[in-house]
């Protein structure tokens, strides 16, 4: 429990003799790759109505603008300004309600997922940011060519001799190469920053905007970190951590280099009070921690329903909303459920469930309420009943792209295009052995489309062929392999 000590006067506190945490001390084996979207909902907006890029646009939500295009940042529009302050400092703003977030948080997925074909240490902040550890990456390609690409942060006069140099050069060719790859399939532009942390990586991809990116080498650690003023301008440092320490006196990033360990453990616990010392000489051991996807994507709504028209009604508006969410999530469910709360006057009722085999294809909403109403009727025998919440759901997710039958056409889908239904070609099961390469399942195997099994087995064979080139990372047979991927 942290100790909160406040008013404590500055003129009381000494000054630290205590040798400031040497960064170049620190150490340096990782490389972080921090990816951040241009302005992201208006670019998300430009992207489904190319027209807007000529003009200032600015998102709107209430009378809040929560961002805005580089255009319009030319006039001073800043994120959070009122609409109707923006309005007057740019009178030909286009404003668009950004209040449904749910194509933001389309595209949001669909680079997470385009990154995670990079490495598999993907962590999402918020929804327009990633930090990417690419360090496995970087070793492959080691000995290569150490030619740093994008902008470069403070002097590199004096570097390291660990090798970080080297790391975080190959590092900025990877993050050149993610960035062009969500440009060429998403049309979005991002910035990336590229140090050995989480923090200094953050940091340092904010320094040159838009569309560019920026290596950290260690050195220049010090340099960036005095260059923010308050201490909340460190990332991690929330509202919260940013007033107590400003109770006790420290408000810049230099106060909390120079003061006492011993005075921030009066106020924070010891760990805390290291961790913040740390981070103010950009001292960062936290890992990238990759995000796990959902096992189960579902809905439901506590109302009361007695007939069935009300019930399939119901499984249909929560079906839409559904197919939304597994259609942005990516992976393709094996199982449909439903949940149903009987209505009992004493014990208020209890949830049952009924799942089974999703063999429907999700573009067929009919059909899939259809199947949902089959599962309701197992757990509703009566023709008289009372129903205080349905529910629908889908699990047993594979990582077979749900929407078209490529990774690559994945990642090119636009939300705003139906898809037709996905071919699939059922084999008889001796002609699926036979082309079912090993370490996939075979049951997985003959639910895929005909294209992505035969684009399987042709990767199989050049791989038996040695043909596959080695800093391929990405390849089909990796998703589908019942092996952890590598
Ligand atoms: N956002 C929001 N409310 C805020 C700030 C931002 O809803 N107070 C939304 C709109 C942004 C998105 O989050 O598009 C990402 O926030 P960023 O701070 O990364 O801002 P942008 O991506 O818009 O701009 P930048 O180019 O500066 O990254
Ligand atoms: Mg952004």
Redesign the pocket.
């Known amino acids: 429990m942290p100790i909160f000590i406040f008013n404590l006067s500055r003129s009381k506190l000494k000054k630290t003799n205590e040798p400031p945490v040497k960064t170049n001390m620190e150490d340096h084996s990782r490389t972080i790759v921090h990816i ?7 670019q998300v907006e430009e992207v489904k109505n190319p027209s807007l890029k000529l003009q200032p646009v600015g ?1 709107q ?1 209430k009378n ?1 603008l ?2 805005s295009n ?1 255009k319009a940042r030319e006039y001073g529009l800043k ?2 300004m009122s609409v109707t302050e923006a309005k007057k400092l740019c009178p030909k703003l286009v404003l668009i309600n ?1 209040e449904d977030l749910q194509h ?1 948080r389309q595209y949001s997925s669909k680079v997470s997922d385009l990154l995670r074909g990079f490495s598999d240490l993907v962590e999402r902040l ?4 990633n930090f990417i550890d690419v360090t496995a990456l970087v070793n492959e390609r080691m000995a290569s060519n150490y030619t740093p690409v994008g902008c470069i942060y403070g002097d590199v006069s004096g570097t390291c001799d660990c090798g970080c140099y080297e790391r975080l050069c190959i590092g900025s060719q990877i993050a050149q190469e993610m960035r062009d790859a969500i440009f060429e399939q998403l049309s979005l532009t991002t ?1 990336a920053g590229i140090a050995h942390n989480k923090l200094l990586a953050k940091l340092v991809g ?1 320094k040159n ?2 569309n560019k990116q920026t290596i950290l080498f260690p050195d220049s650690a010090l340099e960036l970190m005095l260059g923010l003023q308050k201490v909340c301008d460190i990332p991690s440092i929330g509202v919260a951590t940013g007033k107590v320490l400003n109770d006790i006196h420290i408000f810049t990033v230099k106060d909390l280099q120079s003061c006492q360990i011993r005075e921030l453990e009066m106020a924070f616990d010891p760990l805390k009070a290291k961790h913040l010392k740390q981070l103010s000489y950009g001292v960062d051991e936290s890992l990238v921690k990759p995000y796990a996807k959902p096992l189960t994507i579902s809905l439901e709504d506590a109302k009361c329903l007695v007939t069935k028209q009300e019930v399939q009604d119901k499984l249909s508006e929560l079906l839409g909303r559904l197919l939304i969410l597994v259609k942005s999530d990516g992976r393709t469910p094996k199982v449909i459920k439903v949940s149903v709360r009987k209505y009992n006057p004493t014990t208020g009722g209890q949830r049952e469930t009924r799942q089974c085999p999703l063999s429907v294809s999700l573009d067929n909403q009919t059909k899939l309420v259809e199947v949902a109403y089959g599962l309701f009727k197992k757990i509703i025998t009566e023709q008289s009943f009372k129903v205080t919440l349905l529910g629908v759901g889908f699990s047993k997710f594979i990582d077979v792209p749900n929407q078209k039958n490529t990774l690559d056409g994945f990642f090119k889908q636009s939300s705003d295009v139906i898809e037709p239904p996905i071919k699939r070609i059922k084999l008889a099961k001796e002609e699926r052995c036979l082309k079912c390469p090993p370490g996939v399942d075979i049951e997985v195997f003959g639910e895929l489309p005909l294209e992505v099994q035969q684009e399987l087995w042709d990767e199989h064979k050049s791989k038996e062929r040695k043909v596959v080139s080695k800093g391929k990372v990405n390849t089909m047979l990796n998703y589908f392999s019942k092996e952890p991927r590598k």
């Open positions: 951040d979207i241009d302005c992201f909902y208006a998102i939500q809040c929560v961002t580089y994120k959070c950004g933001y918020g929804l327009d940011e910035c904010s905007k838009p």
